[in-house]
């Protein structure tokens, strides 16, 4: 039985559909809901300090990302998310950065050895 009245709901539903009409004003002006749940989470959480250290956590979490572009780590997905994606034209200047960064380290690693 349950089954014939989700079937019956069902198609109630697709009765009440109208296909767009050319010329008719849009049904959903603003269109889909631009949501941001986790970008936002990120936000708010970068804003706070680090109860134990009292630096920010956007600090903590730029020194983390340099240690993983160091040892070689990809980490766009954070960055984008933070950042927004990086534009076309500046590509170019991000990848030089990270090159100087990476040997910036190497550099301070070699210093450290000797």
Partial sequence: MALSKDREKRERQLANLRPAIQGEPSRN??????????????????????????????ELVAAGLIKLLAQGKNVPEILN??????????????????NAVSKLLDRLDADGAA
């Fill in 29 to 58: 002006p603003s269109g889909r809901p631009k949501k941001r749940l986790i970008t936002d989470q990120l936000e708010k959480l970068l804003k706070q300090r680090d109860p134990k250290t009292g630096k920010p956590n956007a």
């Fill in 81 to 98: 998310r933070i950042e927004g994606p990086v534009r076309a034209a500046e590509d170019d200047i991000a990848a030089n950065s990270l």
